[in-house]
Nanobody, 123 residues
């Protein structure tokens, strides 16, 4: 079965850090651009970060710039989102998505979506 699986979410205090993982099974992430998204209760889905298939390009939402870092390890078939200096407003379900292209960073039209991992930032 071809799927993306996110992990690494949890409860963290403000100012803390988490590293989310997005692992592919049943297919290789080589050749896929990856996006991270999040959706808080009662809010629309928000784009967080994107990375190209070669890792040469990446982009971040203004709300996370300087705090989050997206990386990928194609040998491990995994993309990561390092989240530092977390704030309560970062609380959301975080999703990764894959699109077969060297670069892609839209809100939809991805071939694969993960099931999401909950991140809660609270004291």
């Amino acid at each position: 079965q071809q799927q993306l699986v996110e992990s690494g979410g949890g409860l963290v205090q403000p100012g803390g850090s988490l590293r989310l993982s997005c692992a592919a099974s049943g297919f290789t992430l080589r050749g896929y651009a990856i996006g991270w998204f999040r959706q808080a209760p009662g809010k629309e889905r928000e784009g967080v970060s994107c990375i190209s298939s070669s890792s040469q390009s990446s982009t971040y939402a203004d709300s996370v710039k300087g705090r989050f870092t997206i990386t990928r390890d194609n040998a491990k078939n995994t993309v990561y989102l390092q989240m530092n200096s977390l704030k309560p407003e970062d609380t959301a379900v975080y999703y990764c998505a894959a699109h077969r292209s060297s670069w892609f960073c839209k809100m939809d039209e991805y071939e694969y979506w993960g099931q999401g991992t909950q991140v809660t930032v609270s004291s």
